[in-house]
């Protein structure tokens, strides 16, 4: 089912993207005639907003290769939220010992001729666009024991996700060579992979409420996946393996040349 599904929507895109594609390439004589630069490099805003401007650094690159069509690329590093949910009468966090991620994205830009005054890439595109973003993070915790002791607790939580779907979005030039580049529409369908393992002398109850700790700071920190997770949970060997609608919302700010 989920495999007809996918075929559905990567038909579904095709179908809305060929019209888009011979609407790009109809001249337009309202297009202004300067100097067309044809590359834009630009760092992404949205993530900083959400995780921190320390934590998410993701920087694009846009080059046309055509009069209406792009491809921009996007790479940088983010980070995993921090994991204060943990933290407990009996769980007590002693140290950060990774929290690392990527994010990577591309995407296949129509400036939709007819629809735009001025010369890509100043206007309103749409396109098909794929994106990843892939986080981990290691803590260590001191665990107390009821006999007063205190053991050593590692976690080891991983999140990725994959996103293929179809966006729409404008990109403004300001003085010449400023660009404000959003994607305002961008739904898809995604792949939701989660892992969360514990190493230490811990019991089913401890494992079970460190697992729905984690869901919890995916739910509260990822925006729209406390519908993605619904009534689903981390099973005994700590993992979920889901499919759902996903979304691309970003904004973008950068330097025409």
Do not use: C
Request: hydrophobic share 40%; aromatic share 16%; glycine share 8%.
């Amino acid at each position: 089912m989920k495999k007809a599904f996918f075929q559905l929507l990567v038909l579904t895109g095709a179908a809305l993207l060929a019209p888009a594609t011979f609407l790009a390439q109809s001249p337009d004589t309202t297009v202004s005639k300067e100097k067309q630069y044809k590359n834009v490099i630009r760092y992404n805003l949205s993530g900083p907003l959400l995780f921190g401007f320390d934590k998410h650094v993701v920087f694009g690159f846009e080059r046309l290769i055509g009069k209406q069509q792009s491809i921009s690329v996007n790479f940088g590093k983010t980070a995993f939220p921090k994991l204060i949910t943990f933290e407990s009468d009996s769980f007590s966090l002693t140290r950060d010992a990774k929290n690392n991620g990527t994010n990577f994205s591309i995407d296949w830009r129509f400036y939709l001729a007819k629809e735009n005054k001025f010369q890509p890439p100043h206007g309103l595109y749409i396109g098909p666009y794929y994106s990843f973003s892939g986080y981990k993070r290691t803590n260590e915790f001191n665990v107390k024991r009821v006999s007063g002791t205190t053991d050593i607790l590692t976690s080891n939580v991983k999140f990725n996700i994959h996103t293929i779907g179809a966006e729409m979005g404008y990109q403004f030039v300001l003085w010449k060579r400023l660009t404000l580049d959003m994607v305002l529409i961008g739904p898809g369908i995604s792949s939701y992979e989660i892992t969360a393992k514990f190493d230490g002398n811990l019991n089913d109850a401890d494992k079970e409420k460190l697992r729905d700790a984690v869901q919890q700071i995916i739910t509260q920190k990822f925006p729209g996946m406390n519908y993605v997770m619904g009534d689903k949970e981390l099973n005994a060997d700590g993992f979920l393996d889901t499919w759902s609608w996903g979304y691309r919302y970003l904004i973008h700010i950068g330097f025409l040349f």
